[in-house]
Structures are given as structure tokens and as C-alpha cells.
């Protein structure tokens, strides 16, 4: 249900409820359980009324319900107003607001779990991928393992608490609402002898075949700067080319033949790359590593979806507006190796490297 549509049913306005999605950070709240068999229904409520009204006794009323006559006559106390009137839906509010006692939040009582979550959040894991961690970390401990859900409640939702608010910035956007994200033409010109994504081997395609690449550079403060990224289809690896000096197509060319040189030839047979100026010397390294480069259609970034996402994960650690030339080597090889050593979903929660060093055994005995 969209919020307008929420608004209207409750009878507020949009701004009001948009208030009230951004209180609960944009979680949406889980509905009320029905009441047991041990607490009196609304039906039953309406019986005790319309008796109460012909004026039967708490026993007789008791027997109808097949309750016992104190349950009558503690709900007579308790849910009258003060006129010793007695309404059966004003009964039923009255109830559910008193039995409105959640259970603790796991996270708020379980110390070290608490410390667990907390540490995983600083070292860029998704709450996704924390849970995961935790099952495999500790599988026969049910007090150590937590639902992504459960995270996000307690670090959008503060009733729920446990977490602290400032761990957002930790998460993969830092903050809770998507934004439209829109990307600058500046990089966009004629670059000879393309050779199109449509022309790239089905084998590209369902990442059965190691070795494939996808390719593309994130953007610093006032399109001044740039880190290249190189991720592979198959595992996920991820490489980042240092561009301190510029991001012109020679930087951008001996960048890449200097990530890849170390890399065995069966894992060097593409890269897929966006239709960026910076890769007008595509030929070259074609000629230097034996990858054949293929160009996305513009405008088209899902069509290097694994690169698209890996850029994502990158900008917690390079945010937008800021200057990325300064960022040594040393410290992009760091930032690398903890992307390459987050387990991850579509890997069974493997890691890339895991998954890069058992394709680079298989090169070593072959």
C-alpha cells in the first residue's frame, strides 16, 4: 500500500503519515497479534455489555462465556469509565494498549551479541551478511544469531534500540531512503573501433566461465578525480586501479595492464567497461593483456550490474564530493581486501577471495 493510499484509509494527511514512516525509519511496524484464547475477545466484550445491560448477574454472565465469574468482574473494574459505565470497544482499546509490554530487543539485552553486530557494521558488512557470519560463526549458539530485520529495527526504529544511531553511516548508503542518483555526460565521446556488448560470447553471460571482468571509474569532487574499478563476474573479485595523476586514457590504460599483468590467462579473457572518453586506448590494452574489451550501450549501466553494485559498496568507503586522488595505493589495496573478504549472498556466503584462490589453485595445477 503506497503512503497516500495508508493516509486516506486512517483518515490523516500525506505529510502526516510521511511523518510517521520517517519516525519509524521507513520499517515498516509489524501488525498487533490476534489475542489468545487466554484474554476475552471482542465478541465476548459485546456479550457482557448487552447482559450487563438486561442486567444478569457476573455468575450468569460467566456461564454464557465459560469463563469464571472473576474474569467477569475484573473486566467490569477495570474497563468501566468513570461513571461505571461499561463500552465493549472501548474495553478492547483499553486492553491492547495495556498488553502493549514488548518483549526486550535482543540486541538491547544481549551484550555480546550487541559488541558482534556493532563490529561487523564498522567493518562495512551488510546486515544481511552479518547474520549470516553469526549462523556460520557460531551455529550450535541460537542466543548468537540475529535477523537482518532485527538490525535494521534497531538502528532505524530507536524504541527498538540495542544499536547506535550514528552505526548508519557504516551501512552501504548511510542512510535510510533511496535517492535518484544521475550521472554526468563529461566522460561521454567518440572512441574508436568499439567493439558492443551485444557482440560479447554468451559465456559472459551466465558467469559459468571465470575470467570475464566488468569495469568503470568512480567520480570525485567536481569530476577532478577517479579510482577504476575492476570486478570479476564469476567471484566477485574486486581491483581498484590507482589514478592519482589523472584519469586520462593513458593513466587509465597502464592502470589496468598493471592490475591484471599478475593474473593467469585463463582468468584474463574480457572486460566489459562503460563508454567513457578514458577508454579510448582500448585497443592498447587488448594488445598488452589479451582482453578483449566490450563497451556497454550508454546510458546503460545494468549492463555491467556486477560493477554497478560493487561502486555502490565502494562509496562507503570513497563518498560522493570528495577528492579521490588522495588515496595512497596502499590504502586502496586495503579497502579491496575487505571487499574481497565480505561473504556474500549470491556466493553461498563465500568470499570472492575464497572463491578467487580455489580458481587460481585449479590454474596452478593445470
Not at 503512503?3 to 511523518?19: E, F, I, L
Not at 514488548?102 to 553486530?117: D, F, G
Not at 550521472?183 to 558467469?207: F, K, L, W, Y
Request: net charge positive.
Amino acid at each position: 500500500m503506497s503512503v497516500p493510499d495508508a493516509a486516506s484509509s486512517v483518515g490523516v494527511g500525506v505529510t502526516t503519515a510521511q511523518k510517521w514512516v520517517r519516525e519509524h525509519g521507513g520499517v515498516r511496524p509489524r501488525p498487533p497479534s490476534p489475542p489468545s484464547g487466554r484474554y476475552l475477545s471482542v465478541a465476548e466484550r459485546e456479550v457482557i455489555y448487552e447482559m450487563r445491560i438486561a442486567g444478569a448477574t457476573m455468575r450468569a454472565i460467566a456461564a454464557v462465556l465459560g469463563r469464571a465469574p472473576s474474569t467477569v468482574s475484573r473486566e467490569l473494574k477495570r474497563n468501566s469509565d468513570y461513571l461505571a459505565k461499561y463500552r465493549p470497544h472501548a474495553a478492547e482499546r483499553a486492553a491492547r494498549l495495556r498488553a502493549r509490554r514488548p518483549k526486550p530487543a535482543k540486541l538491547a539485552v544481549n551484550a555480546a551479541l550487541r559488541e558482534q553486530v556493532q563490529k561487523l557494521l564498522t567493518d562495512k558488512l551488510s546486515p544481511e551478511q552479518i547474520s549470516a557470519t553469526l549462523k556460520q560463526t557460531y551455529p550450535d549458539c541460537s542466543e548468537m544469531h540475529v535477523s537482518y530485520e532485527t538490525i535494521y529495527q534497531s538502528l532505524y526504529v530507536q524504541a527498538r534500540g540495542g544499536l547506535k544511531r550514528e552505526l548508519v553511516q557504516h551501512l552501504r548508503t548511510g542512510r535510510a531512503l533511496r535517492k535518484v542518483q544521475r550521472r554526468s555526460d563529461e566522460r561521454r565521446g567518440r572512441i574508436p573501433d568499439m567493439v558492443n556488448i551485444s557482440q560479447r560470447p554468451a559465456e559472459v553471460a551466465d558467469r559459468a566461465v571465470p575470467g570475464h571482468w566488468e569495469g568503470d571509474l568512480i567520480i570525485g569532487k567536481n569530476n577532478g578525480s577517479a579510482i577504476g574499478t575492476l570486478v570479476e563476474r564469476t567471484t566477485r573479485f574486486v581491483m581498484l586501479l590507482p589514478l592519482q595523476d589523472g584519469f586520462d586514457a593513458i593513466a587509465v590504460r597502464d592502470a589496468m595492464i598493471a592490475a591484471v599483468a599478475e593474473l593467469p590467462a585463463a582468468l584474463k579473457k574480457s572486460v566489459t567497461w562503460d563508454p567513457g572518453r578514458e577508454m579510448s586506448r582500448h585497443a592498447e590494452i587488448t594488445m598488452a593483456t589479451a582482453m578483449q574489451v566490450y563497451f556497454c550501450d550508454p546510458h546503460s549501466p545494468w549492463q555491467r550490474g556486477t560493477n554497478e553494485n560493487t561502486n555502490g559498496l565502494l562509496r562507503q568507503y570513497f563518498p560522493k564530493g570528495t577528492t579521490l586522488s588522495v588515496h595512497s595505493v596502499e590504502r586502496l589495496r586495503e579497502v579491496a581486501l575487505q571487499l574481497n573478504q565480505r561473504p556474500r549472498k549470491t556466493l553461498d556466503w563465500q568470499t570472492p577471495q575464497e572463491r578467487l584462490n580455489k580458481l587460481l589453485d585449479v590454474a596452478s595445477t593445470a
